[in-house]
């Protein structure tokens, strides 16, 4: 690593700098309810053995996909918000940088494999089981992770390739890609083109397996005779892939579609979206509007009050 940077200065939300307080107290409030929310879903799963089944499986790494994201933010986020700036050190920026693309990589691939499940328990029903055994959620899993992290190893390490020779002040309350880069006093051309390369395999195709798992889903949904029945599944489809398409579509809007005419404070926006909107109502949309889970609560409240 070529640089003359020891230190990285986020200005982060620089334009409430007058309303510290407030910013600070409702972010410690999200990451609180964030954490204590995956927290729950991997406790419930783990002890509940009615949620040992691929779906539950599955949201348990979507929790610590979520956990590992918003515990690595976490302090500079906090920290920017209560003083209106704050600095890390380079190598911790790199660090941050890399558990933060990592987790998003390997949630990419994980709710490609989330709609897998949906799509051979709701369209395949009958070799459901046959195929989506545990067996094959544990490759899914290690693949996601293996790949995600081999992935962002190649990103991250074209990064510490680049020369740093100042400024060292990034307008963000975090270390992603584009700010940082930024920063560099290099030829950016292949890194941005090798960026531009790796988010077909992380974003684009992911994404694009959701939308095709799911319109199938709300065909073979579309033939349920019962209305009531349509309608329920209808709403759990809609609320899933709310979440899918917030979550997806600014990521696209962040690393696929080009940006430079986007505002810092747009680009904000987008990066609180998936950095802290999603980590925050996963557990609510996935999991604890769901009755199996409302049930493995209610048992275990039981047991803890026997």
């Given at each position: 690593?070529?640089?003359?940077?020891?230190?990285?200065?986020?200005?982060?939300?620089?334009?409430?700098?007058?309303f510290n307080l407030l910013p600070f107290i409702l972010l410690i409030l999200i990451y609180c309810v964030t954490l204590g929310g995956n927290l729950l879903i991997i406790t419930l799963v783990s002890n509940s053995?009615?949620?040992?089944?691929?779906?539950?499986?599955?949201?348990?790494?979507?929790s610590v996909a979520d956990?590992?994201?918003?515990?690595?933010?976490?302090?500079?986020?906090?920290?920017?918000?209560?003083?209106?700036?704050?600095?890390?050190?380079?190598?911790?920026?790199?660090?941050?940088?890399?558990?933060?693309?990592?987790?998003?990589?390997?949630?990419?691939?994980?709710?490609t494999a989330m709609s897998y499940d949906r799509y051979l328990a709701i369209c395949s029903p009958l070799h459901y089981s046959s195929i989506m055994d545990q067996?094959?959620?544990?490759?899914?899993?290690?693949?996601?992770?293996?790949?995600g992290?081999?992935?962002?190893?190649?990103v991250t390490f074209t990064i510490c390739q680049l020369l740093f020779c100042g400024p060292n002040i990034i307008d963000h309350f975090l270390?992603?890609?584009?700010?940082?880069?930024?920063?560099?006093?290099?030829?950016?051309t292949l890194i941005q083109i090798e960026a531009t390369l790796l988010s077909i395999p992380v974003i684009i195709v992911p994404f694009l397996a959701v939308v095709v798992s799911y319109v199938y889903i709300v065909f073979t949904i579309s033939k349920i005779s019962s209305f009531s029945g349509r309608l329920k599944s209808f709403s759990t489809c809609s609320s899933h892939l709310t979440v899918e398409f917030i979550f997806y579509g600014t990521l696209i809007a962040m690393y696929v579609v080009p940006n430079e005419g986007q505002s810092k404070v747009i680009k904000k926006m987008f990066a609180m979206m998936y950095t802290v909107l999603t980590p925050l109502v996963n557990p609510f949309i996935y999991s604890l509007r769901n009755k199996d889970i409302k049930k493995a609560l209610k048992s275990n409240s039981l047991i803890g009050n026997n």
């Open positions: 690593m070529q640089n003359n940077v020891s230190t990285i200065l986020f200005l982060g939300f620089n334009n409430i700098s007058n053995r009615s949620l040992h089944s691929p779906m539950y499986f599955f949201l348990t790494q979507l956990i590992i994201l918003t515990t690595d933010i976490a302090p500079s986020m906090l920290d920017v918000a209560l003083h209106g700036h704050t600095s890390i050190s380079f190598s911790g920026c790199i660090t941050q940088y890399f558990f933060f693309s990592l987790s998003e990589a390997f949630e990419c691939f994980l709710l067996q094959l959620c544990i490759k899914l899993i290690i693949a996601s992770w293996l790949l992290c081999f992935l962002e190893i190649i270390c992603d890609f584009y700010p940082l880069v930024e920063l560099s006093c290099s030829d950016l």
